[in-house]
DNA sequence: GCCGTTTTCGGCCCGACTGTTTTCAGTCG
C-alpha cells in the first residue's frame, strides 16, 4: 500500500468531519497527520509492521489505530461510518472553488441536492437563495465555480500525468514484442495539463502487444481493445490510449500523435508544397504514394527541409520559421540547473529543516540553494519576524562552515503587501542574500491595482525576482489579469528576475508569458516553492515550462554557477 | 485529535475579504 493512499484516505475523513460540522482542530489534526506521511520517506507499511507510527509527531493513539486498521484489513469500520453518514459525492462539491464545508452541508441538508449537476440546476433555479447565508450573487459565484472546474476537469496535472505515463512506459520496456517505444501527445509536449496519455510503440505482434498492455496492475477498466488502438482508465481515473503501428511507420506516428494539432496542419502543409504527403502511416511520393521515409521522426523533419524541432515547440507558435533557418533556440535542460532558490523550511510553513533540504539539495547536484521562507505579516505561514530571520542567517552561516560543495542562501518569499511596499523594511531586506517577492493575500484587484501593485513591489532596490507572477493555481484560482507587458518593462529597468514557479498546480509564469517575456528580454529564475523534499524534485516541471517558452541556459538565473551567482546577486 | 520542562486538560488559529447581514459566518491562503 502507498503512504499516498492513506494519505488520502485521512484528507478524505478530515474532509467528511468538516461538512459533518465537527471542530476544526479535530479535522485539522487529520489533515496534519496526512500531510506528514504525504512526505514520508519511508514506506508507511514498513513503519506499521516495526510499530514506529506513533513516533511520528501528529499521529496518535485514535489516527495510528485507524492507519493500523487500514493497513491490516485494506478497510477502515470508521471510514466506512462516516460515509453512510455523509454522502462521499458531497466531497465533490467541495471542489468548487467559493464552496466549503458549512455551505455545503446546509445544500444538502436543507434541499437534499448531492451531486454538482443537481447543485448547477438548483442554482440555475433561484432555489440557494432561500437557505440562510445564501444570496444571488453567492448562487452566481457557485455557477461559476463549477464553470472553473469543469474547464479543468478530465485534465490532469503534469506531474501526475508524469508519473502514471513513466511508470506504464517502464512496465511496457518489459514486453518483448514491442520493439519501439514512446510518450506521445500532450505528455511528450510537456503541457501543463493533460487529458490523457498517449504511448505509441512499434510491433510486428500488435495483438500480444494489446494483451500484455491491458494486463499492467493499475488498470482499472478496459475502454476498447483492437489491434491499433486500445484505451484503458487507470486506478486514478485517467485515461491512457496505446496506438500500435509497424516499425517502418514508427517515426511518421510518433510526429502525428505527439501533436500538436495546429503544428501537424502546418507540417502537413510544408510536405505538400514539397511534392509529398505525409500521414501518421509515413512521408510518401504525393504522385507515386512512394514510401519515402517515416522510422524515425529526425528524418522526417530533415527531409522537409526543417531543423529538428523539440516536443515542446510543436504548437505552431512560430518554429518553423526559425526551424527553415536552422536557428530554433538550443532549449535548456534540466542538467543546466545549479540551485533552487525558492524552497521553504520549517522556520516557516515548511517540513523540513534546513540541514535536511542541503543534504537533498546535494544530491540532486546543485551547487547552491536559496531558503526564502515567508515574510513576517503571513502569519499563517508562521512568516518569519526580523528576530528570526537573524536568528536563521546564524543558522545557515553555522551550516556553511560546516558542509562542502554546497552552499546555502539566506532569502525571503516576501509578501508584497495592498499597497505595494513590501513586507520587510529595506535595512532587513539588504541583509539577506537575495529577495523574493510574492502577492499571498488581497486577491481581489482591478488589472490596474494589481499590476501597480507588483510593479511597486519590483522597483524595490533589493529585490531579486518575483515569485510565481500571476498567482494562478490550476484549476481552483484564474490568473491575475496583469498589464503583463508594463509587468515584464518593469522587471527587465529593474533587473528583476521572473520566476517560474515549479509547482505542478502553478507553473506560474506559463509558457505563453515565459516566451513573451523572453521576445521582451527578460530573465528568469526557475524554482520549485518547496515545503518538503519530496516537492524539491518538481524542478524538472519548471524546465519543461521553460523549454515550451523556448528559453536557453543562457536565460535563466540558476543556470549560473556559484561563482557567477554571487556576483549577480552580491553574495 | 494531538500535545506537554508552566500542563493529562486546555490550547491549538491568523487576517482579510465576501456576501450576507445590520454585526457576523464562511471561505481562503
Given at each position: 500500500?502507498?503512504n499516498?493512499?492513506?494519505?488520502?484516505?485521512?484528507?478524505?475523513?478530515?474532509?467528511?468531519?468538516?461538512?459533518?460540522?465537527?471542530i476544526?482542530?479535530?479535522?485539522?489534526?487529520?489533515?496534519?497527520?496526512?500531510?506528514k506521511i504525504e512526505?514520508?520517506?519511508?514506506?508507511?507499511?514498513k513503519?506499521?509492521?516495526e510499530?514506529?507510527?506513533?513516533?511520528?509527531?501528529?499521529?496518535?493513539?485514535?489516527?495510528?489505530?485507524?492507519?493500523?486498521?487500514?493497513?491490516?484489513?485494506?478497510?477502515?469500520?470508521?471510514?466506512?461510518?462516516?460515509?453512510?453518514?455523509?454522502?462521499?459525492?458531497?466531497?465533490?462539491?467541495?471542489?468548487?472553488?467559493?464552496?466549503?464545508?458549512?455551505?455545503?452541508?446546509?445544500?444538502?441538508?436543507?434541499?437534499?441536492?448531492?451531486?454538482?449537476?443537481?447543485l448547477?440546476?438548483?442554482?440555475?433555479?433561484?432555489?440557494?437563495?432561500?437557505?440562510?447565508?445564501?444570496?444571488?450573487?453567492?448562487?452566481?459565484?457557485?455557477?461559476?465555480?463549477?464553470?472553473?472546474?469543469?474547464?479543468?476537469?478530465?485534465?490532469?496535472?503534469?506531474?501526475?500525468?508524469?508519473?502514471?505515463?513513466?511508470h506504464?512506459?517502464k512496465?511496457?520496456?518489459?514486453?518483448?514484442?514491442?520493439?519501439?517505444?514512446?510518450?506521445a501527445?500532450?505528455?511528450?509536449?510537456?503541457?501543463?495539463?493533460?487529458?490523457?496519455?498517449?504511448?505509441?510503440?512499434?510491433?510486428?505482434?500488435?495483438?500480444l502487444?494489446?494483451?500484455?498492455?491491458?494486463?499492467?496492475?493499475?488498470?482499472q477498466?478496459?475502454?476498447l481493445?483492437?489491434?491499433?488502438?486500445?484505451?484503458?482508465?487507470?486506478?486514478?481515473?485517467?485515461?491512457?490510449?496505446?496506438?500500435?503501428?509497424?516499425?517502418?511507420?514508427?517515426?511518421?506516428?510518433?510526429?502525428?500523435?505527439?501533436?500538436?494539432k495546429?503544428?501537424?496542419?502546418k507540417?502537413?502543409?510544408?510536405?505538400?508544397?514539397?511534392?509529398?504527403?505525409?500521414?501518421e502511416?509515413?512521408?510518401?511520393?504525393?504522385?507515386?504514394?512512394?514510401?519515402?521515409?517515416?522510422?524515425?521522426?529526425?528524418?522526417?523533419?530533415?527531409?522537409?527541409?526543417?531543423?529538428?524541432?523539440?516536443?515542446e515547440?510543436?504548437?505552431?507558435?512560430g518554429?518553423?520559421?526559425?526551424?527553415?533557418?536552422?536557428?530554433?533556440?538550443?532549449?535548456?535542460?534540466?542538467?543546466?540547473?545549479?540551485?533552487?532558490l525558492?524552497?521553504?523550511?520549517?522556520?516557516s510553513?515548511?517540513?523540513?529543516?534546513?540541514?535536511?533540504?542541503?543534504?537533498?539539495a546535494?544530491?540532486?547536484?546543485?551547487?547552491?540553494?536559496?531558503?526564502?521562507?515567508h515574510s513576517?505579516?503571513?502569519?499563517?505561514?508562521?512568516?518569519?519576524?526580523?528576530?528570526r530571520?537573524?536568528?536563521?542567517?546564524?543558522?545557515?552561516?553555522?551550516?556553511?562552515?560546516?558542509?562542502?560543495?554546497?552552499?546555502?542562501?539566506?532569502?525571503?518569499?516576501?509578501d508584497?503587501?495592498k499597497?505595494?511596499?513590501?513586507?520587510?523594511?529595506?535595512?532587513?531586506?539588504?541583509k539577506?542574500?537575495?529577495?523574493?517577492i510574492?502577492?499571498?493575500?488581497?486577491?481581489?484587484?482591478t488589472?490596474?491595482q494589481?499590476?501597480?501593485?507588483?510593479?511597486?513591489?519590483?522597483?524595490?532596490?533589493?529585490?531579486?525576482?518575483?515569485?510565481?507572477?500571476?498567482?494562478?493555481?490550476?484549476?481552483?484560482?484564474?490568473?491575475?489579469?496583469?498589464?503583463?507587458?508594463?509587468?515584464?518593462?518593469?522587471?527587465?529597468?529593474?533587473?528583476?528576475?521572473?520566476?517560474?514557479n515549479?509547482?505542478?498546480?502553478?507553473?506560474?509564469?506559463?509558457?505563453?508569458?515565459?516566451?513573451?517575456?523572453?521576445?521582451?528580454?527578460?530573465?528568469?529564475?526557475?524554482?520549485?516553492?518547496?515545503?518538503?523534499?519530496?516537492?524539491?524534485?518538481?524542478m524538472?516541471?519548471?524546465?519543461?515550462?521553460?523549454?515550451?517558452?523556448w528559453?536557453?541556459?543562457?536565460?535563466?538565473l540558476?543556470?549560473?554557477?556559484?561563482?557567477?551567482l554571487?556576483?549577480?546577486?552580491?553574495?
Amino acid at each position: 500500500m502507498k503512504n499516498q493512499q492513506v494519505a488520502d484516505l485521512l484528507y478524505e475523513i478530515a474532509d467528511l468531519l468538516d461538512i459533518k460540522g465537527e471542530i476544526f482542530f479535530k479535522t485539522r489534526a487529520y489533515r496534519m497527520a496526512a500531510q506528514k506521511i504525504e512526505v514520508l520517506d519511508e514506506d508507511i507499511e514498513k513503519i506499521v509492521e516495526e510499530e514506529k507510527l506513533k513516533d511520528i509527531p501528529g499521529i496518535g493513539k485514535a489516527i495510528s489505530g485507524k492507519i493500523i486498521e487500514y493497513i491490516k484489513t485494506g478497510k477502515l469500520k470508521y471510514f466506512e461510518e462516516l460515509k453512510k453518514e455523509i454522502p462521499e459525492d458531497l466531497l465533490k462539491m467541495l471542489k468548487i472553488p467559493g464552496l466549503g464545508p458549512k455551505k455545503v452541508s446546509a445544500i444538502y441538508k436543507n434541499l437534499n441536492i448531492k451531486t454538482i449537476d443537481k447543485l448547477a440546476d438548483a442554482a440555475r433555479n433561484k432555489k440557494l437563495r432561500d437557505l440562510e447565508g445564501f444570496g444571488e450573487i453567492t448562487e452566481l459565484n457557485i455557477l461559476r465555480g463549477i464553470n472553473l472546474m469543469k474547464k479543468t476537469t478530465g485534465r490532469s496535472l503534469l506531474n501526475v500525468a508524469d508519473f502514471d505515463g513513466n511508470h506504464y512506459i517502464k512496465y511496457l520496456e518489459k514486453c518483448k514484442h514491442i520493439k519501439k517505444l514512446s510518450l506521445a501527445g500532450s505528455l511528450r509536449r510537456r503541457k501543463d495539463t493533460i487529458g490523457d496519455i498517449d504511448i505509441l510503440v512499434s510491433s510486428d505482434e500488435p495483438n500480444l502487444v494489446m494483451d500484455f498492455f491491458v494486463k499492467y496492475s493499475n488498470v482499472q477498466r478496459v475502454l476498447l481493445k483492437g489491434a491499433t488502438k486500445t484505451s484503458v482508465i487507470l486506478d486514478d481515473n485517467i485515461q491512457v490510449d496505446l496506438r500500435v503501428v509497424e516499425p517502418r511507420s514508427f517515426g511518421s506516428a510518433l510526429q502525428y500523435f505527439t501533436g500538436s494539432k495546429e503544428h501537424n496542419v502546418k507540417i502537413r502543409g510544408i510536405a505538400i508544397k514539397k511534392g509529398y504527403k505525409l500521414n501518421e502511416y509515413g512521408l510518401f511520393d504525393k504522385k507515386t504514394e512512394e514510401y519515402i521515409v517515416g522510422k524515425d521522426e529526425t528524418e522526417i523533419y530533415k527531409k522537409l527541409g526543417l531543423q529538428y524541432i523539440e516536443p515542446e515547440l510543436r504548437e505552431n507558435r512560430g518554429e518553423f520559421k526559425y526551424a527553415v533557418k536552422n536557428k530554433l533556440p538550443v532549449l535548456l535542460k534540466k542538467d543546466d540547473i545549479c540551485g533552487d532558490l525558492h524552497v521553504h523550511s520549517d522556520y516557516s510553513d515548511g517540513y523540513e529543516k534546513i540541514e535536511d533540504i542541503a543534504d537533498k539539495a546535494k544530491k540532486l547536484g546543485y551547487e547552491y540553494i536559496g531558503i526564502a521562507d515567508h515574510s513576517q505579516s503571513l502569519k499563517i505561514a508562521r512568516g518569519l519576524s526580523e528576530e528570526r530571520i537573524n536568528k536563521k542567517m546564524k543558522h545557515i552561516e553555522r551550516i556553511n562552515n560546516k558542509i562542502k560543495d554546497l552552499k546555502v542562501f539566506c532569502g525571503t518569499e516576501c509578501d508584497i503587501k495592498k499597497d505595494g511596499i513590501l513586507d520587510y523594511p529595506d535595512k532587513v531586506l539588504k541583509k539577506l542574500d537575495y529577495v523574493g517577492i510574492g502577492i499571498h493575500t488581497n486577491f481581489k484587484m482591478t488589472e490596474e491595482q494589481a499590476t501597480k501593485r507588483i510593479i511597486k513591489g519590483i522597483e524595490n532596490p533589493y529585490v531579486t525576482f518575483l515569485a510565481h507572477p500571476t498567482c494562478r493555481m490550476i484549476g481552483r484560482r484564474e490568473a491575475f489579469e496583469l498589464d503583463i507587458e508594463q509587468i515584464f518593462d518593469a522587471a527587465k529597468d529593474n533587473n528583476v528576475y521572473l520566476e517560474i514557479n515549479s509547482f505542478p498546480d502553478r507553473l506560474d509564469l506559463n509558457d505563453l508569458h515565459v516566451k513573451q517575456g523572453k521576445d521582451h528580454g527578460n530573465s528568469f529564475v526557475i524554482n520549485t516553492d518547496s515545503h518538503s523534499l519530496e516537492h524539491m524534485e518538481f524542478m524538472c516541471f519548471g524546465v519543461s515550462v521553460a523549454r515550451r517558452g523556448w528559453l536557453e541556459k543562457k536565460d535563466v538565473l540558476n543556470t549560473r554557477s556559484l561563482t557567477e551567482l554571487e556576483k549577480i546577486i552580491g553574495g
